[in-house]
């Protein structure tokens, strides 16, 4: 059955174990399953990738059909799916299930697709379009975002985040969420410290730097290093970004002790890590530990009001505290 987006949480109920989200708005879709899916499933979430359960239908098969594999209602996600997948599917449509709803995530699906028209006309499936944001609903995301940390911007400054992040919603809330970690006890933020905070020429140093340093890769860190802080206000801006990237440790070695899987946690994540991140991000949480990570978050809190006070002393004070958190200080 076709279900328009807006509608989608008035027709949920038990009867429906199968769902089909699917358009160009993968931000959205993501919401959508946290809010609407996630929230009632927080253990039993899984999720897998259409070309993994092909390469092993007997596997994905027997996980669906084994009763004592589900003690409790769970959800499972299938990312990236195709046409390929569609007699697999079939067949489990077809079969008396009804503790597990089962979605299906896609990118854009022609009128023509198989997969499309089977949720489409199959009475006990959803099909739901989900198609990009327009600028009325990024400004909502914006306005709501800053109103909530009680933060004055210019409507200058919500149309330019609007224009930067080309009516991506998974984007523009990244760098939300770099300004928010920037912005904090702020009540007003200017345009121009918009514009430095998500420029991405001039954080790539910066955010390479934190990377490195938090994997530990001593020779690429010290590279960097080499790079002049010139101001006080990249030497905060370097600490902001490391308090960025060690909440996010944080909070996924945290996943992983009730989840001991790398690509589940970190593909899981929200938001969304950047596939060109995961794989650095997965060295980081290899070699860093959470006491390791939550003893770094509080260096980086103090170190924050040090440099504020001695902003003449912030390039040695920062380069200190890299070479200590690479464990060479005293080499």
């Not at 199968?18 to 009632?40: A, C, M, Q, S």
């Not at 959470?290 to 260096?299: A, M, T, V």
Request: proline share 1%; net charge positive; with cysteine.
């Amino acid at each position: 059955m076709i279900v328009k987006y807006f509608d989608l949480n008035k027709n949920l109920n038990k009867d429906i174990n199968f769902y089909l989200f699917y358009g160009p708005n993968l931000g959205l879709i993501e919401e959508t399953i946290d809010n609407l899916f996630k929230k009632k499933f927080p253990k039993y979430a899984m999720h897998y990738d259409e070309i993994d359960i092909l390469s092993n239908v007997n596997s994905f098969e027997d996980s669906v059909f084994n009763k004592s594999f589900f003690d409790n209602e769970k959800l499972i996600i299938i990312n990236r799916s195709t046409d390929k997948i569609l007699d697999l599917i079939k067949n489990i449509l077809d079969s008396e299930i009804n503790d597990i709803k089962i979605i299906l995530k896609s990118g854009v699906l022609e009128k023509k697709s198989k997969l499309r028209n089977l949720f489409e006309k199959h009475k006990k499936a959803y099909a739901v379009a989900f198609y990009e944001d327009n600028h009325q609903t990024l400004n909502s995301i914006v306005t709501n975002y800053f109103n909530a940390k009680k933060i004055k911007i210019s409507s200058e400054t919500t149309n330019f985040l609007i224009e930067k992040t080309k009516g991506n919603r998974i984007n523009l809330k990244n760098e939300l969420d770099k300004i928010g970690n920037y912005s904090h006890n702020k009540t007003f933020i200017e345009l121009d410290e918009i514009k430095k905070i998500t420029n991405s020429s001039e954080n790539y140093h910066v955010s390479e730097l934190a990377d490195q340093c938090l994997s530990k890769n001593i020779k690429k860190t010290l590279n960097i290093l080499n790079e002049n802080i010139s101001s006080n206000e990249e030497g905060i801006l370097i600490l902001k970004n490391f308090l960025y990237k060690l909440k996010r440790l944080k909070k996924l070695q945290e996943n992983l002790i009730n989840e001991n899987n790398f690509d589940i946690v970190i593909s899981s994540y929200k938001p969304p890590i950047f596939w060109k991140e995961k794989e650095i991000v997965k060295r980081q949480l290899k070699v860093r530990s959470l006491n390791e990570i939550r003893f770094l978050i509080k260096k980086v809190n103090n170190l924050e009001n040090i440099v504020k006070k001695n902003s003449h002393l912030s390039k040695l004070i920062i380069n200190n505290f890299i070479l200590e958190s690479l464990e060479i200080a005293n080499n």
